[in-house]
């Protein structure tokens, strides 16, 4: 005889739903020109005291442009969901460039940064195209479009 209690008894599993988010209107260009200009912010607010020491430009200076730029930056990587801010980001490269005018070394961080900032516009622009061709090519498949 057999009671509710035997471990014998097959216990019915359950078996978790999986929700599947689409991620069609999550973009790449966002968060690598993000990252580029916190890390280009930080960057900048260290090029102070080389201004300064190395540059010979005065802290009243020196300073302000550093430090300038650096909250611009920052403050740019949260604005990244309009358009302007992208736009806004070549502009912040040329000012870096700008910024070799006092200090020679300062050129050398500004190409860097302004290849990284190119270099993520267009490799987010093809990740875009790619991935809404794979998107629109998994619609097709799922009659959904």
């Known amino acids: 005889m057999t009671t509710p209690d035997d471990h014998d008894a097959e216990v019915p599993i359950a078996v978790p739903q999986i929700a599947y988010t689409d991620d069609r209107d999550k973009s790449p260009r966002r968060g690598m020109a993000a990252a580029i200009l916190v890390l280009q912010g930080i960057t900048l607010?260290?090029?102070?005291?080389?201004?300064?020491?190395?540059?010979?430009?005065?802290?009243?200076?020196?300073?302000?442009?550093?430090?300038?730029?650096?909250?611009?930056?920052?403050?740019?990587?949260?604005?990244?969901?309009?358009?302007?801010?992208?736009a806004a980001g070549w502009?912040?490269?040329?000012?870096?460039?700008?910024?070799?005018?006092?200090?020679?070394l300062v050129l050398v961080l500004a190409i860097v940064f302004l290849a990284l900032w190119w270099g993520a516009m267009a490799l987010s622009t093809k990740i875009e195209r790619e991935k809404a061709a794979a998107y629109a090519e998994w619609d097709r498949l799922q009659g959904n479009g």
């Open 45 to 86: 607010g260290l090029v102070a005291p080389v201004m300064i020491s190395v540059g010979d430009v005065s802290a009243k200076v020196a300073v302000p442009l550093a430090v300038g730029l650096c909250l611009i930056c920052i403050l740019l990587s949260g604005m990244l969901r309009h358009r302007w801010a992208y």
């Open 91 to 104: 502009l912040v490269q040329v000012a870096t460039l700008a910024l070799a005018i006092w200090v020679h």
